[in-house]
């Protein structure tokens, strides 16, 4: 079963493929975490720094039944390294949340 995921793309163009990442990442967090009600997605596309081109921002929110998980705000130039780089810390948030809960 298929966690419902809210996607959000500000000042970038909607794209089913970083769209079907996103599902994707989701996906996985659901099988550490069965108990997963909604995952938040947000990319934006940053400041452009002076050397570098513009960087996508991704922010994930991962919600459970008591607590949040939100990632720190993950930029990177290729949106899907700044995909798998927020959805990796919300996963070791998750994973942290579990041993704490079964110890």
Sequence with gaps: MSVPVDISFQGIPH???VEEA???HADRLKR???DLMRCRVSLAVGAKHQHQGKPFDVN???FT???THVSSNTSNEDPYVALR???SHVERM???AND???S
Excluded: D, M, T, Y
Aim: glycine share 0%; no cysteine.
């Design 15 to 17: 794209s089913k493929a």
């Design 94 to 96: 998750l994973v942290e």
């Design 100 to 102: 704490k809960r079964s």
């Design 60 to 62: 994930v929110h991962a």
């Design 85 to 87: 780089e927020a959805f």
């Design 22 to 24: 996103v599902v994707n």
């Design 65 to 67: 039944p008591h607590q």
């Design 32 to 34: 550490i975490r069965a």
